[in-house]
């Protein structure tokens, strides 16, 4: 996340360094004109209302450690921010921190504060403290759901060698740790994430095909037609069919894109598209929403001759709000 494409963030303390009373950042704000963040913090109006959700958590971040007389320890979804681990579904409307057993704080109503021991679990990035890579997934596998738990372990396992983290790190941290909180939801978010998943949207549609009973895909599947090789996302090899999460948002990304233009990129997806298409019995592609509201899915996969091999497991739809950008 770019640090210009967060809200600026206009503080009290600094207003009154500069001569300025609160009362004018307070009248711009009851006029509309600035948004209150926090207590003493407030942001242009415009700025806040077309900033992204991590982009508004990462101000409250910003605005929590101003406030705060000494570094903060920002925990949970607060720190997968900062550490650029995405997790599903909406974000707290408060920075999480955490502080240890010596030290411990109350929750207010600016941030919510846990307690635990931090040693060797506390890294600096940008600037900010926070916990661990390895410590914030155990944390938001504690306090987000299964297919969240999913998003974010396929996107450390990705790139263990930016944090650090694989597989069997986790297994000796839960072994460790004992029980805690849905620790054993935390333990099967271990086992069933692959890695392999090369976006939120992909790891989601495979918590999707566990969830409605149907067979797991191979994942990134590789065709060579004519010389030429292709990967698709999903191959489900007994059906002979392959399967695409289509996030239309990825024709607007630059790490997509590589420096097409969107129509050079849509038509070279194409031409993969009709390589790909040559070589197996079906070709099957879903949305976002399909996958978020889970049953779409599903819906499709079966006209696609993909049937569920064992009884569906009940499926809770996720909001719209994310924490990420479509891919």
């Given at each position: 996340?770019?640090?210009?494409?967060?809200?600026?963030?206009?503080?009290?303390?600094?207003?009154?360094?500069?001569?300025?009373?609160?009362?004018?950042?307070?009248?711009?704000?009851?006029?509309?004109?600035?948004?209150?963040?926090?207590?003493?913090?407030?942001?242009?109006?415009?700025?806040?209302?077309?900033?992204?959700?991590?982009?508004?958590?990462?101000?409250?971040?910003?605005?929590?450690?101003?406030?705060?007389k000494?570094?903060m320890?920002?925990?949970?979804?607060?720190?997968?921010?900062?550490?650029?681990?995405?997790?599903?579904?909406?974000?707290?409307?408060?920075?999480?921190?955490?502080?240890?057993?010596?030290?411990?704080?109350?929750?207010?109503?600016?941030?919510?504060?846990?307690?635990?021991?931090?040693?060797?679990?506390?890294?600096?990035?940008?600037?900010?403290?926070?916990?661990?890579?390895?410590?914030?997934?155990?944390?938001?596998?504690?306090?987000?759901?299964?297919?969240?738990?999913?998003?974010?372990?396929?996107?450390?396992?990705?790139?263990?060698?930016?944090?650090?983290?694989?597989?069997?790190d986790?297994?000796?941290?839960?072994?460790?740790?004992?029980?805690?909180?849905?620790?054993?939801?935390?333990?099967?978010?271990v086992?069933?994430?692959?890695?392999?998943?090369?976006?939120?949207?992909?790891?989601?549609?495979?918590?999707?095909?566990?969830?409605?009973?149907?067979?797991?895909?191979?994942?990134?599947?590789?065709?060579?037609?004519?010389?030429?090789?292709?990967?698709?996302?999903?191959?489900?090899?007994?059906?002979?069919?392959?399967?695409?999460?289509?996030?239309?948002?990825?024709?607007?990304?630059?790490?997509?894109l590589?420096?097409?233009?969107?129509?050079?990129?849509?038509?070279?997806?194409?031409?993969?598209?009709?390589?790909?298409?040559?070589c197996?019995?079906?070709?099957?592609?879903?949305?976002?929403d399909?996958?978020?509201?889970?049953?779409?899915?599903?819906?499709?996969?079966?006209?696609?001759?993909?049937?569920?091999?064992?009884?569906?497991?009940?499926?809770?739809?996720?909001?719209?709000?994310?924490?990420?950008?479509?891919?």
């Amino acid at each position: 996340m770019s640090a210009d494409s967060v809200p600026r963030l206009i503080t009290s303390a600094a207003a009154r360094r500069s001569g300025v009373a609160n009362d004018p950042l307070e009248r711009a704000s009851e006029r509309g004109e600035l948004t209150r963040v926090r207590q003493g913090a407030y942001a242009e109006t415009v700025d806040w209302l077309a900033a992204r959700p991590e982009e508004r958590h990462y101000a409250l971040v910003v605005a929590a450690q101003a406030a705060a007389k000494r570094p903060m320890v920002f925990s949970h979804e607060s720190a997968a921010g900062l550490l650029g681990i995405p997790v599903l579904g909406a974000l707290p409307s408060r920075p999480h921190a955490t502080s240890d057993f010596l030290r411990p704080r109350r929750t207010t109503n600016a941030v919510i504060w846990h307690t635990g021991d931090l040693a060797g679990d506390v890294v600096e990035t940008e600037g900010f403290l926070c916990t661990s890579p390895l410590r914030t997934l155990i944390d938001v596998f504690g306090s987000r759901d299964f297919a969240s738990g999913v998003v974010s372990l396929d996107h450390v396992l990705a790139r263990a060698e930016i944090y650090g983290v694989r597989r069997r790190d986790l297994l000796e941290r839960l072994s460790h740790v004992g029980p805690f909180r849905n620790s054993t939801r935390a333990a099967r978010v271990v086992e069933f994430a692959t890695g392999l998943s090369e976006s939120p949207f992909e790891s989601l549609s495979m918590v999707r095909f566990w969830e409605g009973g149907f067979p797991l895909p191979a994942q990134q599947a590789r065709f060579e037609v004519d010389g030429a090789v292709y990967f698709a996302d999903f191959f489900f090899e007994h059906e002979d069919v392959v399967g695409e999460s289509d996030g239309r948002g990825k024709y607007r990304d630059p790490v997509f894109l590589r420096g097409r233009t969107p129509e050079e990129a849509l038509a070279q997806e194409k031409e993969r598209e009709d390589a790909i298409r040559s070589c197996v019995r079906g070709f099957v592609r879903w949305g976002w929403d399909d996958a978020m509201q889970a049953q779409p899915l599903f819906r499709k996969l079966e006209r696609a001759g993909i049937r569920a091999s064992r009884a569906r497991l009940a499926t809770k739809p996720h909001p719209r709000v994310r924490s990420f950008r479509e891919r």
